[in-house]
């Protein structure tokens, strides 16, 4: 009976219910979109820079990720191969080894970081090979062999073909020095990848700097993002009864800046969100205290026939509940379908073409349409409108009958 009530009174005055569904409408829709785009941004941010340089996961010396000391290796790469190619999660690894040293052209010297890949295993981990803009990429065989970030060999003036004096220092503490030739320019569009480093082959780096076979880090990238932890745990399990000197990190620990960027993002949006909602339900309340005050005088008949405060207070009760549901249904519906087709056919955003490249982001972006973006956006706006209308509601609580009847 109730029920019936309440859906009458929702469209007594149509033109207003209906303004009231629509602002919630609006911001159940421009939740969810919004929601679903930040989520996507941020599964896009994480995909290129985990391929850009970390991987998903690296197994490490006990702490070479807080001091890059030479002499921290992983000794037995061929140990860690044999463990990582028997488990469940992991798509692809490879091995690396890096140290700062300096490189020099005929008339300039720079500090670089040191890389060594291995060229067959590295285009399944990185999409370096991707971003050779000029020359080619490393090949198995290659030896005195460079590739050089374009920032760095713009400072150098070395093109492709050009020599490299590298010095640097080994494993043992003895001298590495040789000289390079650039055979392909790099540019990842992350300033500080372009400026400071070189790779080379693997083999050679470790001839180089001597290293007795040995590696700074095998890097793993795994199925998806959401396997990362079961991959992390598994690898660990593996290794606690092999060597209890190797550390296993994960995306978030290699790359801390990125996750405090994420979170401030996260902050600043679900701000800018809650300031939304409160708007919208400020307009809920609004509704129902005119409610109130106009139906006063109906209120004090009902509770003259014998219908006490609480069933009065269930009643706009559930009127507010009817409002907030029909909007936030419809308002999740129109936000999933917009959310779906900007997931099928992206969004490119004009001016921000400079952010984009700065963080290595491709130019056409993608909302993530997901069922967390789908219930914390309605679930949001439901649960904030609904008590948004419980104050006119407990004001009906203290009606009295005989007051309420003289009302105008």
């Given at each position: 009976m109730?029920?019936?009530?309440a859906?009458r009174?929702?469209?007594r005055?149509?033109?207003?219910?209906?303004?009231?569904?629509?602002?919630?409408?609006?911001?159940?829709?421009?939740?969810v979109?919004?929601?679903?785009?930040q989520?996507?941004?941020?599964?896009?941010?994480?995909?290129?820079t985990v391929?850009?340089h970390?991987?998903?996961?690296?197994?490490?010396?006990?702490?070479y990720?807080?001091?890059r000391?030479?002499?921290?290796?992983?000794p037995d790469?061929?140990?860690?191969?044999?463990?990582l190619?028997?488990l469940r999660?992991?798509?692809?690894?490879?091995?690396?080894?890096?140290d700062?040293?300096?490189?020099?052209?005929?008339?300039?010297?720079?500090?670089?970081?040191v890389?060594g890949i291995d060229?067959?295993?590295?285009?399944?981990?990185?999409?370096?090979e991707?971003?050779?803009?000029r020359?080619?990429?490393?090949?198995?065989?290659?030896?005195?062999?460079?590739?050089?970030?374009?920032?760095l060999?713009?400072?150098?003036?070395?093109?492709?073909g050009?020599?490299?004096?590298?010095?640097?220092q080994?494993?043992?503490?003895?001298?590495?020095?040789t000289?390079?030739?650039?055979?392909?320019?790099?540019?990842?569009?992350?300033?500080?990848?372009?400026?400071?480093?070189?790779?080379?082959?693997?083999?050679?780096?470790?001839?180089l700097?001597?290293?007795?076979g040995?590696?700074?880090?095998?890097?793993?990238?795994c199925?998806?993002?959401?396997?990362?932890p079961?991959?992390k745990?598994?690898?660990?399990?593996?290794l606690s009864?092999?060597?209890?000197?190797l550390?296993v990190?994960?995306?978030?620990?290699?790359n801390?800046?990125l996750?405090?960027?994420?979170q401030?993002?996260?902050v600043?949006?679900?701000?800018?969100?809650?300031?939304?909602?409160i708007?919208?339900?400020?307009s809920?309340?609004?509704?129902?205290l005119?409610?109130?005050?106009?139906?006063?005088?109906?209120?004090g008949?009902m509770?003259?026939?014998?219908m006490?405060?609480g069933r009065?207070?269930?009643?706009?009760?559930m009127?507010?509940?009817?409002?907030?549901?029909i909007?936030v249904?419809?308002?999740?519906?129109?936000g999933?379908?917009?959310?779906w087709?900007f997931?099928i056919?992206?969004?490119?955003?004009?001016?921000?073409?400079?952010v984009?490249r700065q963080?290595g982001?491709?130019?056409?972006?993608?909302?993530?349409?997901s069922?967390?973006?789908?219930?914390?956006g309605a679930?949001?706006?439901?649960?904030?409108?609904v008590?948004?209308?419980l104050?006119?509601?407990?004001k009906?609580k203290?009606?009295?009958?005989?007051?309420?009847?003289?009302a105008?």
């Open positions: 109730n029920f019936i009530m859906w009174n929702i469209w005055h149509p033109r207003r219910s209906i303004l009231t569904i629509a602002a919630i409408v609006f911001a159940t829709m421009l939740l979109f919004m929601l679903s785009w989520f996507g941004a941020y599964d896009t941010m994480i995909d290129a391929k850009i970390t991987g998903h996961i690296q197994i490490q010396a006990q702490g990720q807080d001091q000391d030479m002499r921290k290796v992983v790469p061929n140990e860690i191969e044999r463990i190619t028997s999660g992991v798509k692809s690894y490879t091995f690396r080894a890096e700062f040293s300096l490189v020099s052209s005929e008339n300039r010297t720079y500090g670089v970081l890389i060229p067959q295993k590295e285009p399944s981990v990185s999409t370096l991707d971003m050779i803009r020359g080619r990429f490393l090949e198995a065989g290659d030896r005195r062999s460079a590739l050089a970030g374009e920032i060999a713009d400072n150098l003036n070395s093109p492709v050009g020599d490299l004096v590298l010095l640097g080994g494993r043992d503490g003895s001298i590495a020095a000289v390079l030739t650039i055979k392909g320019i790099f540019n990842t569009g992350q300033d500080e990848f372009d400026r400071t480093m070189i790779h080379i082959p693997l083999e050679y780096f470790q001839e700097y001597n290293m007795r040995a590696v700074h880090m095998a890097v793993v990238l199925d998806s993002l959401t396997a990362v079961a991959v745990e598994r690898i660990a399990g593996a009864g092999i060597d209890s000197s550390a990190l994960d995306w978030k620990e290699l801390p800046g996750v405090q960027a994420i401030m993002d996260l600043s949006g679900f701000i800018f969100y809650l300031i939304l909602i708007v919208v339900a400020f809920i309340m609004n509704t129902f005119m409610a109130v005050f106009e139906r006063t005088r109906e209120f008949v509770m003259s026939m014998g006490g405060p009065l207070m269930g009643l706009l009760l009127e507010s509940l009817g409002i907030t549901l909007g249904v419809i308002g999740t519906i129109a999933a379908a917009v959310t087709y997931q056919h992206g969004m490119v955003i004009p001016g921000a073409e400079e984009a963080f982001l491709p130019e056409r972006m993608f909302p993530q349409l069922f967390l973006s789908i219930a914390v679930g949001i706006v439901l649960i904030l409108t008590l948004s209308a104050y006119p509601a407990f009906v203290g009606l009295k009958p005989v007051e309420a009847l003289s105008v």
